[in-house]
C-alpha cells in the first residue's frame, strides 16, 4: 500500500526514520547485548561498552530457517528513511546521524559513509538514504490483505505459548476468509491429524469437519478448495458434507521445513463460491507463518520442559552431592576447584567458599594436596577412569591428626574428553582409632587373660573376663570352702640341695597343687612360700563346693605320693580345709588389688593346715557335715584357733567313700 513503508529486518543492520527533526530506530538488533537491554538485565549507557556486544543471536546463513521481524509503518511527506549496516551505527552515534540527514538532503548517504571513515570505523559500511516526496493515492486490496497477514506473522512470532498461539491462528483465520467456522489440526505421532483449536465447530466437539478434505490437503501437501461441496460427486456422499450441508471448504496444509506438521481447515454452509485465488494465495503464506510460530511455541515449550528436567536434575544432583557422607571434591583440567560439598568441608576444615574457583594445591595443605595431585597423576597415567588409593594421614582440619582414604575418577565429556577429576575422600579417622583402640583393649584382655589363667582355671578366669564387673574393687559375703596346703619336708631339703635345685622343687610341686586347684574349678588366692591358698565358691559359684575342695586336697597327696615313690624325696602336702561364710572380693586400691576372701574361715583353715602333718588332710566339721556321706575320715582332738575360746573339732581325711556314683573330675 502506497504511503506506508514495509521492512523486514534480521541481524545487526537498522533502519531509521527523520520526520520532524526526530530520528527514531524502526528496527530491534537482534544481539545478545540488545535482549539484555531489552529485558532490563543490562543498563542501556553500558551496552556499546559490554564484551559480548559484538554476538549476534539471529543472523542469515546458519540454519535451514530463520524467524523475520517484520514491520509497517505509514509514511509523510518530508520523511527521511535511513537503512544502514552496523559499520555506521557502531561508529556514529545517533545525534551525529540525525545532524547529517538534516544537513545533507543529496549525497546524505555519502557524509554519512565519510562520517564513519572519519571517526576510525574499520567494518564495511553499507548506507540507503530516501526522502519521501509526496504520498501515493492508489490503494491495492490485495497488497493490503498482504500487509495484513506480515501484521498478522508478526504477532504470531511473538506468541511463544503453544495454546495461545493455536488461539490466536484460528481467530486470524476466520477474520481473513470470512468462513463461518475453521480448524487448526496438527499431525501427532501416528500421522492422524488432531484438532488443536477450532471456530464455531460444535459446542464442546471438534468432530464436525470434512476429513476427506482435511486428510487430502496433509497428504497431496497442497491447498483444497470446494466451490460447493454439495454438487461435488467425490464429497456428496461423505458424513459430514451431507450432515452439515457444508458448501465452500478451503483446506491449506501447514509446511514446515517440507514436513507437513497440519492443515488450516476453514468452511461455510451459507453459501457457495466463498473463497477464491487470493483467498488461497493468503492462506498459503499465512499457513507458513502459522507453522513457524507453531513449531516455534512447540520448540519453546520443549525447550522449557527441558530446562526444568535439567534444573531438576541438576537440583538432585547437587542435592545428592551436598547430601553425601564422603567429601567430594572436583576439579577442572587446570586444577582449579569447581566443586566442593559440605562433607569436604567438614572433613578438611575449609568451606566451599573459600574453595571454589582456588587452585587445588592453594587451598589443601601441601602433604594433602600432594597426596591427592599424586591420585589424579597416578589416574591419568594408567588411563583409568576410576581407582582406588592408599590412606594418607597427617594433621588437617585442626585435627593433629586423620586418616583419609581416596577415590580417584576421571570426568568425561559425552565425547570422552578429559574435562577434570572428582576426588571422593572417605574420613576413616574415627574408625582406626576405634580399632586401635579394640587392639589394645584386646591386647590387654589377653594380658589379663593370661593373667587369671595364672590364678583361676580357665572356664573361671573366661567367665570373669566376660563379666567385667566380678572384678571391681570391693568384696561380698558369701560362702566358700578355704583350702590352705603347705610343702613339708621342704626346709631339710633345701639343706641338702643348692637354691636352683630348690627353686625347681617348689615350682613343681606348686604347679602340681595349682593344676589341682583348677580342676576342681578353684581360685588360687595366692602363694605363702612353700604353701598356697585356695578359694572354692568364688568368685564363680559351683556345685558343693566343700566337695569340690575335698576332692583337690586327696588328688594333691595322690599326685605327690607318686612323685614321692619315683624321686624318693621325702616331701609331702600338710593340707587344711574349712568352710564358712566370708567377705570375698577384690581387695587393695585401684591401682593394685587382690582377689582373696577375709574372715574367721580363713583363719581356722590356716590353723588346720598348720597342724597337718606331711600327707595329711585335716577338715573342719563344719566343711566335713556337707561332704560327710562322701568322704571317709577320723576324728582327732580338739586345737584352738588364736582370737577363738571354743575349741575347733578336728577330723582327718582318709579317701573318698565309695557310693556307687562315679566321681567326675571337672
Excluded at 593394685?592 to 588346720?608: E, P, W
Aim: one cysteine or more; proline letters at 4%.
Amino acid at each position: 500500500v502506497e504511503n506506508r513503508l514495509y521492512i523486514g529486518h534480521v541481524g545487526r543492520s537498522r533502519a531509521y526514520t527523520l520526520r520532524d527533526g526526530t530520528l527514531t530506530q524502526l528496527t530491534r538488533d537482534h544481539t545478545w547485548v540488545a535482549e539484555r537491554v531489552l529485558a532490563g538485565e543490562i543498563p542501556p549507557d553500558d551496552a556499546p561498552r559490554h564484551p559480548r556486544r559484538n554476538v549476534i543471536t539471529r543472523c542469515l546463513g546458519i540454519k535451514d530457517s530463520i524467524l523475520i521481524d517484520t514491520i509497517d509503518i505509514d509514511i509523510l511527506p518530508d520523511d527521511v528513511i535511513l537503512f544502514c549496516s552496523d559499520g555506521l551505527h557502531r561508529a556514529v552515534p545517533d545525534g551525529v546521524i540525525q545532524q547529517l540527514l538534516q544537513d545533507h538532503r543529496a549525497g546524505a548517504a555519502a557524509a554519512l559513509v565519510d562520517e564513519a571513515n572519519r571517526r576510525g570505523g574499520e567494518d564495511n559500511i553499507t548506507t540507503v538514504v530516501i526522502h519521501v516526496d509526496a504520498p501515493s493515492q492508489q490503494h491495492d486490496s490485495t497488497v493490503d490483505r498482504l500487509a495484513i497477514v506480515n501484521r498478522i506473522g508478526r504477532e504470531l512470532a511473538m506468541s511463544l505459548d503453544v495454546e495461545a498461539t493455536l488461539g490466536s491462528v484460528i481467530k486470524q483465520l476466520i477474520a481473513m476468509t470470512g468462513g463461518e467456522r475453521g480448524a487448526v489440526l496438527l499431525r501427532d505421532d501416528s500421522g492422524a491429524l488432531i484438532p488443536r483449536a477450532a471456530h464455531n465447530l460444535g459446542p464442546g466437539t471438534f468432530e464436525d469437519y470434512s476429513r476427506t478434505v482435511a486428510t487430502q490437503a496433509l497428504s497431496e501437501r497442497t491447498p483444497v478448495v470446494v466451490a460447493n461441496a454439495l454438487d461435488d460427486p467425490s464429497l456428496n456422499t461423505a458424513m459430514s458434507i451431507v450432515g452439515l450441508s457444508l458448501r465452500s471448504i478451503v483446506c491449506v496444509p501447514m509446511i514446515l521445513k517440507e514436513d507437513a506438521i497440519g492443515v488450516l481447515y476453514v468452511d461455510s454452509a451459507a453459501r457457495s463460491n466463498v473463497f477464491d485465488q487470493t483467498d488461497i494465495d493468503l492462506l498459503v503464506s499465512f499457513a507458513s507463518l502459522a507453522a513457524t510460530a507453531i513449531e516455534n511455541a512447540r520448540l519453546h515449550e520443549t525447550l522449557i520442559l527441558r530446562s526444568r528436567e535439567l534444573e531438576n536434575s541438576r537440583a538432585r544432583q547437587e542435592s545428592l552431592i551436598r547430601s553425601l557422607s564422603s567429601g567430594l571434591i572436583a576439579i577442572d583440567n587446570d586444577g582449579v576447584v569447581t566443586h566442593w560439598n559440605p562433607a569436604a568441608a567438614d572433613t578438611l576444615g575449609v568451606g566451599a567458599d573459600v574453595a571454589l574457583g582456588v587452585r587445588l594445591t592453594d587451598v589443601l595443605p601441601s602433604a594433602l594436596a600432594s597426596w591427592i595431585a599424586n591420585l589424579a597423576i597416578q589416574v591419568e597415567l594408567d588411563a583409568q577412569t576410576f581407582m582406588m588409593s592408599h590412606e594418607w594421614e597427617g594433621p588437617v582440619g585442626g585435627r593433629d591428626r586423620a586418616i583419609l582414604a581416596g577415590r580417584v575418577a576421571r570426568i568425561r565429556d559425552v565425547d570422552g574428553q578429559d574435562e577434570g577429576t572428582v576426588f571422593i575422600l572417605n574420613d576413616r579417622t574415627d574408625v582406626v582409632l576405634l580399632e586401635e583402640a579394640r587392639r589394645a583393649e584386646g591386647a590387654e584382655r589377653d594380658k589379663m587373660r593370661e593373667l587369671f589363667r595364672r590364678y583361676l582355671a580357665p572356664s573361671v578366669a573366661e567367665r570373669l573376663l566376660n563379666s567385667p564387673e566380678a572384678i571391681r574393687l570391693g568384696g561380698s559375703r558369701q560362702d566358700v570352702t578355704i583350702m590352705f596346703a603347705d610343702v613339708r619336708g621342704f626346709s631339710g631339703f633345701s639343706e641338702r640341695h643348692t637354691p636352683e635345685e630348690v627353686v625347681a622343687m617348689l615350682n613343681h610341686y606348686l604347679a602340681l597343687a595349682t593344676q589341682e586347684i583348677f580342676n576342681e574349678l578353684g581360685t588360687l588366692d595366692k602363694f605363702l612360700g612353700d604353701g598356697v591358698m585356695a578359694i572354692f565358691g568364688a568368685p564363680v559359684p559351683v556345685p558343693n563346693p566343700e566337695l569340690a575342695a575335698v576332692r583337690a586336697a586327696l588328688a594333691m597327696r595322690a599326685s605327690l605320693d607318686r612323685l614321692r615313690n619315683d624321686t624318693g624325696v621325702r616331701v609331702g602336702f600338710g593340707i587344711g580345709l574349712n568352710a564358712g561364710p566370708a567377705v570375698v572380693g577384690n581387695i587393695g586400691t585401684a591401682q593394685l588389688m587382690n582377689y582373696t576372701a577375709i574372715g574367721d574361715v580363713v583363719n581356722v583353715a590356716a590353723r588346720l593346715q598348720a597342724e597337718a602333718r606331711s600327707g595329711e588332710v585335716l577338715i573342719s566339721e563344719t566343711a566335713l557335715d556337707r561332704v560327710r556321706d562322701a568322704v571317709i575320715y577320723e576324728e582327732l582332738s580338739d586345737i584352738y584357733v588364736k582370737g577363738r575360746s571354743i575349741p575347733v573339732t578336728t577330723y582327718k581325711l582318709l579317701g573318698m567313700r565309695d557310693t556307687g556314683v562315679s566321681q567326675t573330675r571337672r
